[in-house]
């Protein structure tokens, strides 16, 4: 079983940054690949960025290439999404994910292949 537990939400200004972590409890961390997922008011919960368990494999949603950075530290079962540029619509809860064991290179991106979810936290970004 893994537990995970996000942090490092708040309200920043259009144009600033944010860095999301997350914690994961259990044992094979590495074996796991990890995303972030965010759910936006009225919207759909949907993907953000996802890591290999490994980390040497990353992928990203067009919406947030290039500004946002997920990355890992299994030495301490730790995952990461570093945010810049952000923008009002990058408004919403936002979710950290992990798949079940085997996943060392992989970097799934839908809902459905994360057996482990967070409670979320919530990024607001104001205009």
């Known amino acids: 079983q893994v537990q995970l537990v996000e942090s490092g939400g708040g309200l920043v200004q259009a144009g600033g940054s944010l860095r999301l972590s997350c914690a994961a409890s259990?044992?094979?961390?590495?074996?796991?690949?990890a995303g972030w997922f965010r759910q936006g008011p009225g919207k759909e919960r949907e993907f953000v960025a996802a890591i290999s368990g490994t980390g040497g494999g990353t992928y990203y949603a067009v919406s947030v290439k290039d500004r946002f950075t997920i990355s890992r530290d299994n030495a301490k079962n730790m995952v990461y999404l570093q945010m810049n540029s952000l923008k009002p619509e990058d408004t919403a809860v936002y979710y950290c994910?992990?798949?079940?064991?085997?996943?060392?290179?992989?970097?799934?991106?839908?809902?459905?292949?994360?057996?482990?979810w967070g409670q979320g936290t919530q990024v607001t970004v104001s205009s």
């Open positions: 259990g044992r094979t961390f590495n074996s796991r690949a």
């Open positions: 994910a992990a798949t079940r064991g085997g996943a060392y290179y992989q970097t799934p991106r839908t809902n459905t292949e994360y057996a482990y």
